[in-house]
């Protein structure tokens, strides 16, 4: 692996360690902020996997990201969306 790559992994991995010392940034703020969530990299992960011939199984990728299976981080961490967000997250999609 090449020195770019060996950051960009650490990155990745250092992105990872924010967003599970920061649960209380729900999927949905994340959404309305930035656009993407932990479903996202989850599925860049798989995208980028499949882009090198590799296989990984997209709730294999969630539990990666979310560093442990999706069900127990969801029933653990996430809330009822508000209405506020909710009505922010649809204005975006249009």
């Known amino acids: ?15 990872l360690e924010h967003l599970d010392s920061r649960k209380d940034a729900q999927n949905i703020d994340l959404m309305n902020l930035a656009g993407f969530c932990r479903n996202c ?10 882009e ?5 199984d997209y709730e294999a990728a969630r539990e ?18 508000t209405p506020e967000q909710l009505a922010s997250f649809e204005k975006q999609q249009h």
């Open 64 to 81: 990666i990201v979310y560093g442990m299976p999706y069900n127990e981080w969801k029933k653990l961490y996430q809330k009822e969306a």
């Open 1 to 15: 692996m090449n020195q770019q790559n060996e950051i960009e992994a650490a990155v990745f991995r250092r992105l």
């Open 52 to 56: 090198r011939g590799e296989q990984i």
């Open 41 to 50: 990299l989850s599925k860049w992960y798989v995208a980028a996997a499949e």
